[in-house]
């Protein structure tokens, strides 16, 4: 499960790890994004491995859960909208397994998170993720400070 791929590098990282019997769902609402990242999977040999989702991630994620998908996956990755990752949250938490991952990237945006005097719309929004992460008795995290950082999330029960 992938969330706004930005033209398919994150997405296509993952589905070449992926054994060939793995599935990849790929989620972008960009439709010049799609087609370079559609354009790299078939080069790289995986385009079947993936399942382009062309829409907002908030609704294909929704749309999976309607389809009866929860609890059925191993991994998340997101790398999407900001101000939307507690609800792409929320929405992954339902999907992924127990003991499954949910990795949310870019946490530290470019360390604003950590410096009282940014309160833009996006730093805040990352900073309150952050803190509503550390409280979660869901998961157990660990983040990861590597370029802009990654909180990686194991779900320890379902709800």
Not at 22 to 43: M, N, P, Q, S, T
Request: charged share 30%.
């Amino acid at each position: 499960m992938r969330g706004s791929q930005m033209q398919g590098y994150s997405s296509l990282a993952v589905a070449l790890a992926l054994p060939e019997s793995g599935r990849l769902v790929a989620c972008e609402r960009d439709e010049r994004c799609l087609e370079v990242a559609k354009r790299y999977y078939r080069l790289a040999g995986v385009a079947h491995k993936v399942d382009v989702k062309h829409a907002l991630a908030v609704d294909s994620l929704k749309s999976l859960l309607e389809s009866g998908e929860a609890s059925s996956y191993d991994f998340a990755f997101v790398d999407a909208d900001k101000k939307m990752y507690e609800e792409y949250f929320e929405l992954l938490l339902k999907l992924v397994r127990v003991g499954g991952l949910i990795v949310m990237d870019n946490v530290l945006w470019y360390g604003r998170v950590a410096d009282p005097l940014v309160n833009d719309p996006k730093t805040i929004s990352i900073r309150d993720f952050n803190k509503k992460l550390l409280e979660d008795t869901r998961v157990n995290i660990s983040m990861v400070p590597i370029g802009d950082g990654m909180t990686i999330c194991r779900k320890l029960e379902d709800d």
